[in-house]
């Protein structure tokens, strides 16, 4: 039997995964609400920075149903929802 394929995750240059770890830490030091676009999620993680762990590699984002923990690296994009 064959195993199934997973897809992998895109690589990003290093410009790129710079851009998003300042993104992220803007938004927690003004603990602002943001939604993120994740690698292999459907729908996008939406919330407010709570912690940022290093040594796990993990960003917690605390939303409406519970805290998510999303690692760092499939974090596609960070952006500010529209409606306020």
Same mark, same amino acid.
């Given at each position: ?11 990003? $240059? ?38 940022? $762990? ?31």
């Amino acid at each position: 039997m064959a195993k199934a394929k997973i897809p992998k995750r895109p690589t990003r $240059d290093e410009f790129v995964l710079e851009e998003i770890g300042n993104q992220l830490s803007e938004a927690f030091h003004e603990q602002s609400i943001i939604v993120l676009s994740v690698w292999g999620k459907e729908e996008p993680v939406k919330g407010q920075i709570v912690k940022m $762990d290093s040594r796990t590699g993990t960003v917690h984002v605390e939303a409406s149903e519970g805290i998510n923990k999303v690692p760092f690296m499939d974090i596609m994009s960070v952006n500010y929802p529209r409606e306020y």
